[in-house]
């Protein structure tokens, strides 16, 4: 939304002279935003914060009440308000996490001068690529987060956060980088005694699991076993 700033002048009309005074009285619609502009050298401004876009455009009336000297006079004028444009920007609170690792991104959404407004309660999709990850509503300070959770490794993944735009705002989007690393494992061998005699035949127990921030499944993961240089099974 725009703030916009409303010039009304007044001038005697021939054969008449002089400046007129007194004051001006501004309206929207049939609303009065402006009750006693004071003239100063033939004019009067009102400031007003341009109303929603609904209903745009709106008839401005300035109407000037006369005086002794002179008698009133009124003109209208068109105003049409056109959206506010935002801007959308998106923060990971890291730019790199391990396979299985959930990350917070925020997004924030601000209006662009000259607009102004609330962007409060506005929606916003978080994506990587063409894949949804979640809808955010934005707070009172215009922010909203989103926990992404990437099961994938690979190179650096592409986060956009969309602001959708309502009646009165643009939308805007904005993109940050997530790189997915593999993540760390640790694999413990069991078994029941350390100790056999020859020939006799031992099982052998491996536990593996993944370290944290790290999730997932090993499940189908290939465990090779040997002593020293000397594989033994796998």
Aim: glycine letters at 10%.
């Amino acid at each position: 939304l725009e703030f916009r700033r409303v010039l009304f002048r007044s001038a005697a009309v021939a054969p008449g002279a002089g400046t007129p005074n007194m004051t001006v009285e501004f309206r929207v619609g049939g609303t009065v935003v402006c009750a006693g502009a004071v003239l100063s050298s033939g004019q009067a401004t009102c400031a007003i914060t341009a109303p929603t876009v609904g209903a745009s455009p709106y008839t401005i009336t300035a109407t000037y009440g006369g005086s002794n000297d002179f008698t009133t006079s009124t003109t209208t004028a068109t105003l049409i308000v056109d959206r506010a444009a935002t801007t959308t920007v998106v923060t990971p609170a890291s730019a790199t996490v391990v396979y299985g690792e959930k990350q917070w991104f925020d997004a924030a959404v601000s209006v662009n001068a000259p607009g102004a407004g609330d962007v409060s309660g506005g929606t916003v999709d978080f994506s990587a690529g063409s894949t949804w990850l979640c809808t955010g509503i934005l707070d009172a300070t215009g922010h909203t987060s989103c926990l992404v959770d990437l099961h994938a490794s690979g190179s650096a993944y592409t986060i956009t956060a969309s602001y959708r735009g309502t009646t009165d705002f643009e939308p805007s989007s904005a993109a940050s980088s997530l790189t997915v690393t593999r993540a760390a494992t640790t694999t413990a061998l069991d078994w029941t005694t350390a100790t056999v005699v020859f020939g006799q035949t031992k099982r052998l127990f491996a536990t593996a699991t993944i370290d944290a921030p790290g999730s997932g499944s090993l499940v189908g993961g290939i465990v090779d076993f040997s002593s020293g240089s000397t594989p033994i099974a796998a």
